[in-house]
């Protein structure tokens, strides 16, 4: 099965009584580990699933009334930045873990506190995500050596990141977008529209410089 492929996993329910499984798909990040994906028509708030969709979750292959299921057992803590394993989960119900990520260096509980804000939270890694592929995507910590066979780009795929831009699959697409709308207004000498795509791609990104220039190169006319 190569990595990538969605497949049928099953995610144990909550306070149902008797063990219960509800499949839904996973996305297979290799090496028995794979990132659950929403059903269609399950409201996982309803079910209390035991592992929500977004978590990467560690599955095993069980028999049960002689089906052989992917069942997944345990979530992984990762970095919401870079996708490190952590030894233990960054935030829980009772709050944050106060560790920091040897790998990109985000301590959580205050490096992203936000007031508590879960949202803003999001954004504070992405955030830190960009600058730390900024700077090389290097291993941060200096007392903690790199583990062997380190691979960042697989890290990052753990947690939905799937280029080396630090952008998810659907900014990617937004921004791709904006820059075929860019090109078209480069061709017909259109700088009013090219500046204004530019600060739609800012918005989007933080890789505006590169097309910043190509709106100089264009005099006013
Ligand atoms: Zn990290």
């Known amino acids: 099965m190569p990595v990538g492929n969605k497949i049928t996993i099953y995610i144990p329910l909550r306070n149902e009584g008797v063990p219960v499984w509800r499949p839904t798909l996973g996305v297979d990040l290799g090496?028995?580990?794979?990132?659950?994906?929403?059903?269609?028509?399950?409201?996982p708030g309803d079910e209390e699933w035991e592992f929500l969709p977004g978590s990467v979750v560690r599955c095993q292959r069980e028999i049960n009334a002689g089906e052989l299921l992917l069942i997944a057992k345990t979530?992984?803590?990762?970095?919401?930045?870079?996708?490190y394993?952590?030894?233990?989960?960054?935030?829980?119900?009772?709050?944050?873990?106060?560790?920091?990520?040897?790998?990109?260096?985000?301590?959580?509980?205050?490096?992203?506190?936000?007031?508590g804000d879960a949202n803003k939270r999001q954004k504070i890694y992405k955030e830190w995500r960009r600058k730390w592929y900024?700077?090389?995507?290097?291993?941060?910590s200096k007392g903690q050596p790199v583990p062997a066979g380190w691979d960042r780009y697989e890290q990052l795929r753990r947690v939905g990141v799937e280029n080396y831009s630090g952008m998810t699959t659907n900014e990617?697409?937004?921004?791709?977008g904006l820059l075929d709308k860019f090109d078209r207004a480069a061709r017909n000498r259109n700088r009013a529209d090219?500046?204004?795509?530019?600060?739609?791609?800012?918005?989007?990104?933080?890789?505006?410089?590169?097309?910043?220039?190509?709106?100089?190169?264009?005099p006013k006319q």
């Open 31 to 43: 090496g028995d580990v794979y990132r659950v994906l929403p059903t269609e028509h399950c409201d």
């Open 134 to 140: 900024a700077g090389g995507m290097e291993w941060w």
């Open 85 to 115: 394993e952590q030894d233990v989960p960054p935030w829980t119900e009772d709050g944050a873990s106060d560790e920091i990520c040897p790998c990109c260096g985000i301590q959580f509980g205050y490096s992203d506190c936000a007031g």
């Open 172 to 176: 990617r697409l937004v921004v791709a």
């Open 194 to 218: 090219m500046v204004f795509l530019l600060t739609q791609v800012q918005l989007a990104t933080g890789e505006a410089e590169r097309i910043a220039d190509t709106v100089l190169a264009h």
């Open 75 to 83: 979530a992984l803590p990762l970095c919401p930045v870079c996708g």
